[in-house]
């Protein structure tokens, strides 16, 4: 019974940790479809969480929080767009520049705002009634199913119960990926527009248009990711609280090579690999501790030996960092 | 224009020189900010506001944003002719370790960490010490039998805490169960409160009702997973009872700001000695808090013997035992 509560534990911790992966990994597949890099996840991702953050305290609704979170980085994917689609500007450089500003700007004002050094005050406060902040979910007859029913009502209890409402969105968020960009038109075009801009423009589609659709989408999706970082799962931004997320969930994009499903599953075991770090520290195997730096590192070294040598070549759409030039002639 | 230059370039060392003499207190920060409501914060806060308050001198303070700016930071105030300079965390070992050098003249002070050159104090706590008392309360608190500590990142110093942590629950009750995890291996470790609510959030889970946290920033999240799981958090560096009231059973203090505080004035009054400084619990330098939102928690029996605890450690009658004396936890 003990190993199979651990088992479960690490799941339920698995899925907390995956969360932000999944919605972060589901805009870069928006807009690495369409033709654009994005390593400005991070730094969106920092700009949600912020704004999310600032936006619960003030309003004290942790709902008006995502909502502010997904436009903030609604704008910030649009001035993505703006700097790689309309004018051309390299996707690297402008994605880096982005998580520079995004880094910056948000301990800047968090100072101005609340002055604790960028930090946003503590959204639950029993002090003053406040609780902007979401509270988990359980679901309909959890705590019977836990007593009654042996292993699948504790596994009913913990893993699928009590979890945030924006962990079942991310779940939620995968297959309605998958069917805007492989069932819709506008996924065929958007995709077309990452393989080949050429064509799409000759069937009369505006590249352009698809681009920013593209982005519009990657800044609502990550919103969510942000949001979740700083507003259900911590309760107060404090300044590069995204640590890495965003290149976290590049790196399984890739490892999914630009596909729902796989994605989903690089997240999974990524957060998974996270949960078994977060238990494993002072663990001994054959009689050696194992070292911590060596299980932190397990998500990368895993990313490149499977992708090195396991799962076979990972193919980028074709046009992507490429800016689409219409011939002039 | 030769003699002109000469004159410009002699008034300008005339200048430098005359600003070298005014006395000018600097601070550098440690890359975690200087509101992590922890280590930097306590620096900010009981050092260089009161400093600024009695001495009517303005600390100049800096915060770098990155590893590159600790070492520039330095030499540029070191230039400006500020003095004495305090780095606030081991981080900055090999920074003033390089800008000492540079300027034999001009006073540093390194926080956490040993430089050994002249014109540099290194500042130094009995952390164990300070771990060891707050390791007793959380073991006369745990109703689970399991206590447990989140580090930020894995360094001696930050095992010195924990070790010293460990020794204070056995000796209060050696049948304790003792969980320690690690945040990460790189400074941002000290800076990732998801990371510590997860951690802790698997403490939790594996029985865990008293959670230390010493991981600066991280810690922030630790406290509120404590928090929601209604179990007992202590803090560190600063006094952070006043967090989550309620559920913070105490705090580590680590008397830092105190420290700076103290290195200024000896320059002001031109009492200022390089060297080794150890402030450990007989001096003050490190200690358990106690205020208006912990006295709920902790019982009047319990606080009577965290004194006698505590006075035997003064008197040496409990010897704690220190990670880094020779990098490993057996007591």
């Known amino acids: ?329 | 224009m030769k003699p002109l230059f000469k004159a410009i370039a002699a008034a300008s060392i005339t200048l430098t020189a005359g600003y070298v003499a005014a006395f000018q207190p600097a601070v550098v920060y440690d890359t975690a900010g200087k509101f992590d409501k922890s280590f930097n914060e306590a620096v900010f806060r009981n050092g260089v506001e009161p400093f600024n308050a009695d001495k009517g001198v303005v600390v100049r303070e800096f915060e770098p944003q990155n590893e590159e700016q600790r070492t520039q930071s330095l030499r540029r105030l070191a230039q400006q002719g500020a003095s004495p300079i305090v780095a606030v965390g081991f981080n900055f070992s090999s920074s003033v370790e390089q800008v000492a050098a540079q300027f034999p003249n001009t006073q540093f002070a390194i926080i956490d960490s040993v430089v050994d050159l002249p014109n540099v104090q290194s500042i130094i706590f009995a952390e164990h010490e300070g771990s060891f008392l707050v390791g007793a309360l959380a073991a006369m608190a745990t109703e689970s039998n399991v206590i447990s500590f989140v580090g930020g990142m894995d360094i001696p110093l930050i095992r010195k805490f924990a070790c010293g942590y460990e020794q204070g629950a056995k000796y209060v009750n050696s049948d304790v169960r003792y969980i320690q995890n690690m945040t990460g291996s790189t400074p941002s470790a000290f800076n990732d409160p998801a990371r510590g609510s997860e951690l802790a959030n698997s403490q939790i889970t594996q029985g865990s009702d008293v959670i230390f946290a010493a991981a600066g920033g991280t810690g922030i999240g630790v406290y509120q997973a404590a928090a929601d799981a209604g179990v007992y958090a202590i803090g560190v560096d600063s006094n952070q009872n006043y967090l989550q009231p309620g559920t913070m059973l105490s705090s580590m203090v680590k008397r830092v700001g105190v420290a700076a505080y103290q290195t200024w004035e000896e320059s002001l009054n031109g009492e200022w000695e390089g060297g080794i400084k150890v402030l450990d619990l007989a001096a003050g330098g490190v200690d358990w808090a106690l205020d208006e939102f912990n006295e709920d928690l902790v019982s009047a029996e319990m606080q009577s013997r965290m004194a006698e605890i505590r006075q035997a450690i003064i008197d040496g009658e409990i010897q704690v035992h220190d990670y880094s004396s020779n990098n490993s936890c057996d007591y």
């Open chain 1, 1 to 329: 019974m003990e190993t199979f509560v651990t088992i479960i534990l690490i799941l339920d911790a698995m899925l907390r940790n995956a969360t932000p992966l999944i919605f972060a990994a589901m805009a870069g597949m928006f807009s690495e479809r369409s033709g654009i890099v994005n390593i400005a996840l991070e730094g969106k991702i920092l700009i949600s969480a912020f704004a999310g953050a600032a936006t619960a305290f003030v309003t004290g609704s942790p709902w008006m929080g995502l909502l502010a979170g997904i436009l903030a980085t609604i704008v910030f994917a649009q001035l993505h767009a703006f700097a790689t689609v309309t004018h051309n500007g390299d996707h690297v450089v402008s994605g880096l520049a982005i998580n520079i500003l995004a880094a910056g700007l948000t301990a800047a004002l968090g100072n101005y705002w609340f002055g604790q050094g960028g930090n946003t005050p503590n959204l639950v406060n029993r002090a003053e009634e406040l609780n902007a902040r979401f509270q988990p979910i359980t679901l309909p007859l959890a705590d019977w199913a836990n007593q009654n029913i042996p292993y699948l009502g504790y596994i009913y209890f913990e893993l699928i119960s009590g979890h945030y409402v924006l962990v079942y969105l991310a779940f939620a968020a995968v297959p309605l990926c998958w069917f805007i960009l492989f069932r819709t038109r506008f996924g065929l075009r958007l995709r077309a527009v990452g393989e080949n801009p050429q064509a799409v423009d000759t069937a009369g589609i505006s590249v352009t248009k698809i681009r920013y659709a593209a982005l519009l989408m990657c800044g609502i999706l990550v919103g969510f990711s942000g949001v979740y970082l700083a507003v259900a799962l911590t309760a107060q931004f404090s300044p590069n609280m995204s640590a890495g997320k965003g290149y976290m969930a590049l790196a399984a994009l890739i490892f999914g090579k630009w596909r729902p499903r796989p994605t989903l599953i690089a997240c999974l075991l990524f957060g998974f690999l996270q949960a078994i770090a977060d238990r494993s520290q002072g663990a001994e195997v054959f009689g050696m501790a194992v070292p911590v730096q060596l299980v932190e590192a397990l998500p990368y070294i895993l990313t490149v030996v499977l992708l090195g040598g396991f799962i076979g070549r990972a193919v980028a759409p074709k046009a992507i960092g490429k800016p689409y030039v219409k011939e002039r002639e």
